[in-house]
Nanobody, 117 residues
Framework: VRLVESGGGSVRAGESLRLSCAAS???????MGWYRQAPGMQRDLVATVTSGGVVKYADSVKGRFFVSTSNAMDMVYLQMEDLEPEDTAVYYC?????????????WGQGTQVTVSS
């Protein structure tokens, strides 16, 4: 599966950004979403949504970030509102493929989001 992200950049606190990710080469996708990794930190879940519509958010982004997908599960978006400096990180598109068992996890190349105070 190939994942291509877009939409990162530099903004000021309180502003918004929208990330997009296009998935190609695989149709057996069971979940899509976003992870992020700040310098010196582990990669953490931001938001995911399953093909059944179950959505999960990190507590730190609830009410500010909104994840959505296309009906075909070939695009995933992350609308980020009221950004904070603590949101600064590399954001990775995430896809879970369930063509084989166990399911496999895949990430894009990452897109930088920088929020200044």
């Amino acid at each position: 599966v190939r994942l291509v992200e877009s939409g990162g950049g530099s903004v000021r606190a309180g502003e918004s950004l929208r990330l997009s990710c296009a998935a190609s080469g695989e149709s057996a996708i069971s979940a899509m979403g976003w992870y992020r990794q700040a310098p010196g930190m582990q990669r953490d879940l931001v938001a995911t949504v399953t093909s059944g519509g179950v959505v999960k958010y990190a507590d730190s982004v609830k009410g500010r970030f909104f994840v959505s997908t296309s009906n075909a599960m070939d695009m995933v978006y992350l609308q980020m509102e009221d950004l904070e400096p603590e949101d600064t990180a590399v954001y990775y598109c995430y896809v879970q493929v369930n063509r084989w068992q166990p399911p496999s996890d895949h990430w894009g190349q990452g897109t930088q989001v920088t929020v200044s105070s």
